[in-house]
């Protein structure tokens, strides 16, 4: 069992950064995959970016390409979502999600995919 609590969402103005974090409780951190997604209001959620449980494989949606990073600290049992030239449309409440994985590069897209789910964190981006 795993216990995802997700932090660092606000208010922040286009053009902004923030850092969520999503810490994981229980042992093992290294041994899962990790994923961030969004959902805006009206919206299904999204996928956001994923990481692998040595952090050596990343996978970003291409609307956050080039601006979003999700490093991730297994000592800490930690992963975050690096956000920086925000736009309004970023606009969402983030999510961060793990799943047990064999294999040390693997990480996926599909909310599917993940078992585990953090409550959330609202990050609002103003124009």
């Known amino acids: 069992q795993v216990q995802l609590v997700e932090s660092g969402g606000g208010l922040v103005q286009a053009g902004g950064s923030l850092r969520l974090s999503c810490v994981a409780s229980?042992?093992?951190?290294?041994?899962?995959?990790m994923g961030w997604f969004r959902q805006a209001p009206g919206k299904e959620r999204e996928f956001v970016a994923a990481?692998?449980?040595?952090?050596?494989?990343?996978d970003y949606s291409d609307s956050v390409k080039g601006r979003f990073t999700v490093p991730r600290d297994n000592a800490k049992n930690t992963v975050y979502l690096q956000m920086n030239g925000l736009k309004p449309e970023d606009t969402a409440v983030y999510y961060c999600?793990?799943?047990?994985?064999?294999?040390?590069?693997?990480?996926?897209?599909?909310?599917?995919?993940?078992?585990?789910w953090g409550q959330g964190t609202q990050v609002t981006v103003s124009s």
């Open positions: 229980g042992r093992a951190f290294g041994n899962y995959s």
């Open positions: 999600a793990a799943v047990a994985s064999l294999y040390l590069e693997y990480r996926s897209r599909r909310g599917n995919d993940y078992r585990y």
């Open positions: 990481v692998s449980r040595s952090g050596g494989s990343t």
